[in-house]
């Protein structure tokens, strides 16, 4: 185990743990810029299977940030990153919560709130954006991501539909050799 790796992990992730407002799919960008482009401790694709990962296994969101710690630096990297993230943004929570309530429906309190709604959306998009862009890079993974966009938003079905029809698309495209794995 690299010390110096869990300490940069923890130091990494308790910066951007501040930035938690609409949880750990609106700082994927964060961490994408963070773990690839500035520390460059994974590569572009691995970073987007840890995030596909991270979605379609149960539990919470900031699962992400787990696996991108077990992946680095081992369980030592996990169990550093995932206090990082979860540690203060719960103290903060508890403070924010308690001031909240002696506060009040304050006029600016209720804007602050109002505001900060469209900008977990624009972090979400971008989110995805980011995901889109490194993990579609053909025309069967872009295909993909539209047709489960469309589905999920005109549709409204359960997701499990998307992660099993993307799954055997999959099986089949490798199958037939138009998808290539390494």
Not at 89 to 110: D, I, N, Q
Not at 129 to 141: Q, V
Request: hydrophobic share 55%; proline share 4%; charged share 10%.
């Amino acid at each position: 185990m690299n010390g110096g790796l869990v300490w940069q992990l923890t130091l990494t992730f308790l910066g951007v743990a501040f930035l938690s407002i609409g949880g750990a799919s609106a700082l994927i960008p964060e961490f994408y810029r963070q773990i690839v482009d500035v520390h460059v401790w994974m590569s572009s694709t691995d970073f987007v299977h840890t995030v596909a990962l991270a979605q379609i296994a149960p539990g919470p969101n900031m699962l992400i940030v787990s696996l991108i710690g077990w992946k680095v630096a081992g369980f030592a990297g996990l169990l550093a990153c995932t206090l990082a993230i979860v540690g203060p943004p719960s103290m903060l929570a508890f403070a924010v919560g308690r001031m909240t309530e002696k506060l009040g429906e304050k006029k600016w309190l209720s804007a602050v709130k109002k505001a900060l709604a469209p900008c977990v959306v624009g972090l979400t998009l971008a989110s995805g954006l980011i995901t889109a862009k490194a993990a579609d890079n053909d025309w069967i993974g872009i295909a993909l991501t539209v047709g489960s966009a469309a589905f999920m938003y005109f549709l409204r079905r359960n997701p499990l539909w998307v992660i099993g029809a993307g799954a055997l698309v999959g099986i089949f495209a490798y199958r037939l050799g138009l998808m290539h794995v390494v």
